[in-house]
């Protein structure tokens, strides 16, 4: 709910009502966004620290990635790992993956390597996606590693159409682990129905066009990653890729959605503080906050800066 509508204000039928669940589906992720290739391939589908990628660009890449992929004799659904910086190839890669049929398991280069075995393990992951600079600690684990450095003449040798095997609801799309704070961290996985739900039902509430530019800042192991970037990607917007340095750094992600004229943006309230104690932070157009509890005094704060405020919190 828009926090200017607070839902203990609203009559008990009405509170119902918005509570309840809706089945708002969205085709898979994958189609809807060659649906958007297909309108505007030209226009600028992502902004990161390796350049400028048109929405072709983009899906060319990632049918090449999916392409090599089958080469590995991987199945459908089987899970591929990702170990990538925060740079084009990391979009690329999910897209790829999901393209070829399999599920995508988001590891955090900056992470325990016992953390990144463990879910390996218990994910039953068959591949690792990755470059030789990251994957080296994973060398003697028992999975296939394929190095997007070290293929790079087959992956742009690749057939760049997109794969004909249609993507089935139920298909997993992908799967991630959680912080582990109660515990030892553990698997969810989430089918493409379900990821397409989410998205169906976020792109009616928050309207989003072509005009908005979505700075991501969060981390491809949580799961509102899916929305700030698939989002975007469906509906023909932009997104913005900080990178690691950018998105621990309050004033360069202020400088950042500056420079390229953000709209959007989702950030956890710790985040969100810190941007609105950054001077001349820009007004934006919408401001998901998710990850933690948000409290009122924060609700208020990010008012001032932001057209409407959402609590996005625990979109899984």
């Not at 994957?135 to 190095?147: F, N, W, Y």
């Amino acid at each position: 709910l828009p926090l200017t509508v607070p839902t203990q204000a609203l009559p008990m039928s009405v509170a119902r009502h918005r509570a309840s669940a809706q089945d708002l589906p969205l085709e898979s992720v994958v189609h809807a966004f060659e649906a958007q290739v297909q309108r505007t391939p030209q226009a600028t589908a992502l902004v990161a620290d390796d350049g400028v990628w048109s929405y072709a660009r983009l899906n060319q890449r990632a049918n090449q990635i999916a392409a090599h992929l089958h080469r590995q004799s991987l199945m459908r659904d089987d899970i591929v790992a990702v170990l990538l910086e925060r740079r084009g190839d990391l979009i690329a890669s999910l897209l790829g993956i999901m393209k070829a049929g399999s599920a995508y398991l988001p590891l955090d280069p900056h992470s325990p390597p016992e953390r990144m075995l463990r879910a390996l393990a218990q994910a039953h992951a068959k591949a690792v996606l990755s470059t030789s600079e990251l994957c080296g600690h994973l060398r003697h684990a028992p999975v296939k590693l394929v190095c997007l450095d070290e293929a790079a003449s087959e992956i742009v040798g690749a057939d760049a159409g997109n794969p004909e095997p249609a993507l089935a609801p139920g298909q997993l799309a992908y799967c991630l682990f959680t912080s582990g704070s109660t515990g030892q961290p553990k698997g969810v996985m989430i089918e493409h129905h379900a990821l397409g739900n989410l998205l169906g039902a976020m792109s009616r509430s928050l309207s989003t066009t072509v005009d908005d530019v979505w700075l991501s800042v969060t981390s491809p192991t949580f799961d509102i990653f899916g929305l700030e970037i698939y989002l975007p990607l469906t509906v023909g917007a932009t997104v913005v890729l900080a990178g690691r340095a950018e998105a621990g750094d309050p004033a360069a992600m202020v400088e950042l959605a500056r420079r390229h004229g953000v709209t959007a943006m989702q950030a956890t309230p710790a985040t969100w503080r810190m941007w609105t104690e950054q001077p001349g932070c820009p007004r934006l157009r919408m401001a998901l906050c998710g990850g933690e509890a948000m409290d009122q005094c924060l609700a208020s704060r990010l008012q001032e800066v932001a057209e409407t405020v959402w609590n996005v919190y625990g979109p899984t």
